[in-house]
Structure formats: C-alpha cells, structure tokens
C-alpha cells in the first residue's frame, strides 16, 4: 500500500494514513470512534470494547482514504476556477447547515462557545470545515461518476426465482392459553383437577378470556390468555407446537405438562406456509439490485482511481496502532 512518512515512528500516533498529498490525522477520526463507542452496552468487557475501537478506526481511516483518493480525481479532472467556485459554494454551505447543526449538536449559544466547545474535542472550526467540504464534493463527485443503475424485470423475476428462500414464510398461528402452575402452592394432581375443571367450564360455554383472567398463572392472564402470531418452529415446547399447528381451529387442546405448568390452549387463526408474491416483493428486490450494482461499480471505480497514488496506513504494520 506504500511506505510510511519519512519521520516513520514520530508520526505514529497521530498519522494515521497518507494518500498521496493527503494524510489522515487521528484527531480526523477520533470524535466519530467516541461516539460509536459511546452506543455500546456500558458492560462491554474491556477487551471487546478494544477490539471494536480499533474495527471502528480501521473502517473510518479506510472512508477517509477514499475520499482522499475521490478529492485527488476531482482535481485531476476539473479546472481549477470550477474548483474554487465549488469550495466556495461548500463553504457557505457550512455557514448555513452544518453550523447550526454543530451548535446543537454541541450545545453551543454562540459561534466563540462552539470553538471552545470543539477543542474540548480535540476539534477546530477550521478542521470541521475541511471534513464538511471534502466529504461532500466526494459524494457529490461519487453521484456523477456512479450513476444510479437500471434494474430490468427479467433481472428482477432472476434474482426472486433464485433466492426464493428468502420470501419464503412459515406457517403462523395464534392462540389463548390458560396456565396452571405446580410445585409450591399445588401439588401436580391438584394443578391437573383445578384445570381439568377449568376444561369442563370452558366445554359448557364460559367464556375463555374471562376464565383466563379469573384462573391463570400465566404471563397472558390478564390479557385474557391471548397471545400473538408465532411461527412453526419457534416453540420450545415440540408439543405445543404441534397442538397448534395441527388442532382445529376454536378447540380445546388437551392438557399439556410442560415445566411446572400445566396449560390448555385453543387455536384462534392460522396462516399456512407460503411465498411473498413477486408483485409485492419487486419494489425490494429493485433496490437490493440497484444498490449491488452500484456497489460493484463504486469499488470499480475507486480500484481505478487507487492506480499510482502512494497510500500508507498505521496498520500497515501489526501493532502500531493504540488507543488504550
């Protein structure tokens, strides 16, 4: 990927890559590891939480140096006077959104307590609005060399017949439930009579959901027993499952011993297994085609562009880089 700075290890804690006149600082990328690492569980052990600062730093580096690498072909590609008047433009761009949003994002009054804000950070204005410019004329940049692709319906109907898998659905069923638990207020056999009564009640008439709130131990009880879809296969219980997806809709099921419990179920609606319709799945497949294609054509693009331009990162080598 190239040969480091010449200072070799004097850079090594703050150069993090250089694309040919471009380097990447860590200060560049440092806020945004912070930030992605301040949405982790707080009992991340101390090791994991390294290992993902390092990911973190390793994939913003790799997004700054190809927006190095984009800067670099824009410049080839564009008469230095279009390229003032686009820096200009990004410039009072900055003024307008991305100030505002830096004071809120920052709790800033004033323009002087945001700067003081942003070193607090490591951050200056002056480094805010480079990022701000250059990733935007990238992606601006990026837009017209990489097109948004045509999808066809034949590539469409293609990518459904071989992926049928993946609109595939199982069977689902939804259910009342009456639980009846055993083991310290009830022995087994008293648990069965009382449920075995509660059976016979539900038999002559009573009304399931009343019965539930009035008897139930379990978690749906003063919901009336109720409980949502759920697919074929998702049950630990395999008798449970079965019962509900092969008991007549609206009957009682036998009474079922599962660990502590005992419970009777009836089967409210079942959906059988099927396949998403291709008419409803298209609109979804033509964007997972178009986002491939792009895909493929920005890494093209970008492999290009790499040609002849001397790269260097930290982690060119194992081991040289920290943030312990």
């Given amino acids: 990927m190239g040969t480091a700075p010449s200072a070799g290890p004097v850079f090594r804690d703050r150069y993090l890559a250089t694309v040919g006149p471009y380097v990447v600082l860590l200060s560049d990328v440092l806020p945004e590891v912070k930030e992605l690492e301040s949405?982790?569980?707080a009992d991340v052990p101390p090791d994991l939480r390294q290992r993902f600062r390092?990911?973190?730093l390793k994939q913003l580096v790799e997004n700054e140096i190809q927006t190095k690498l984009i800067l670099l072909d824009i410049k080839r590609s564009?008469?230095?006077?279009?390229?003032?008047?686009?820096?200009k433009q990004l410039e009072e761009k900055f003024e307008e959104v991305e100030?505002?949003?830096?004071?809120?994002?920052?709790k800033a009054k004033t323009r002087s307590e945001l700067v003081q804000r942003l070193a607090q950070q490591g951050l200056s204005l002056q480094q805010m609005k480079r990022r701000f410019s250059q990733r935007v004329m990238a992606a601006q940049w990026v837009r017209r060399q990489v097109p948004e692709e045509e999808v066809t319906l034949d590539e469409m109907l293609h990518y459904y017949q071989t992926h049928a898998h993946e609109y595939e659905y199982p069977a689902r069923a939804r259910w009342q439930e009456i639980v009846i638990r055993f083991g310290e207020k009830r022995s087994r056999q008293e648990a069965y009579r009382l449920l075995?009564?509660?059976?016979?009640?539900?038999l002559r008439g009573a009304p399931f959901d009343q019965m539930a709130r009035q008897y139930s131990e379990g978690i749906t009880a003063r919901e009336g027993g109720y409980r949502d879809w759920i697919s074929q296969?998702?049950?630990?219980?395999?008798?449970?499952?079965r019962l509900l997806f092969t008991l007549p809709v609206g009957h009682l099921s036998p009474i079922v011993e599962l660990k502590g419990e005992l419970v009777i179920l009836r089967v409210l609606e079942r959906k059988p297994a099927g396949r998403r319709p291709f008419l409803e799945a298209q609109v979804e497949i033509r964007k997972k085609l178009q986002e491939q294609k792009r895909r493929e054509k920005l890494l093209a693009y970008l492999r290009r562009i790499r040609q002849g331009v001397p790269v260097w990162t930290a982690f060119d080598a194992p081991g040289q880089v920290s943030l312990r």
């Fill in 39 to 41: 949405k982790l569980p």
């Fill in 54 to 56: 390092l990911e973190a």
């Fill in 78 to 87: 564009l008469p230095a006077e279009a390229l003032k008047n686009i820096e």
């Fill in 99 to 106: 100030i505002p949003r830096l004071m809120k994002k920052y």
């Fill in 196 to 202: 075995a009564w509660i059976g016979n009640q539900l």
């Fill in 233 to 241: 296969g998702s049950l630990a219980s395999e008798q449970m499952d």
